[in-house]
């Protein structure tokens, strides 16, 4: 079992950045792959980005690449989502997610985090 809590979000101008953690519960935390996903109000789910166990390879949506970085911290049980040139488009609530196998931009992880709300105004 991993729990996962996401921290960081907040209220941020457009253009504005923020960085995103998410703290993982397990020791071998090292051993999983890792996904962001976000929700806007009246829409699904959507992949934001990944990365690997093994060799930290990154994924990312078209409508993040260039702007959001994803990095992991395996001594810290950490991963991290650094958002810069925030739009208002981005606003939703961030989940991070773990699982065994690497899943690139499909969401069938094994564990969620409850969340964090990011917003941006214009």
């Known amino acids: 079992q991993v729990t996962l809590v996401e921290s960081g979000g907040g209220l941020v101008q457009a253009g504005g950045s923020l960085r995103l953690s998410c703290a993982a519960s397990r020791r071998s935390f090292s051993t999983y792959n890792t996904g962001w996903f976000r929700q806007a109000p009246g829409k699904e789910r959507e992949f934001v980005s990944a990365?690997?166990?093994?060799?930290?390879?990154?994924y990312y949506a078209d409508s993040v690449k260039g702007r959001f970085t994803t990095s992991r911290d395996n001594a810290k049980n950490t991963v991290y989502l650094q958002m810069n040139s925030l739009k208002p488009e981005d606003t939703a609530v961030y989940y991070c997610a773990a699982g065994r196998n690497e899943l690139g931009s499909r969401s069938d992880y094994d564990y969620w985090g409850q969340g964090t709300q990011v917003t941006v105004s214009s």
């Open positions: 990365i690997s166990s093994i060799g930290g390879r990154t």
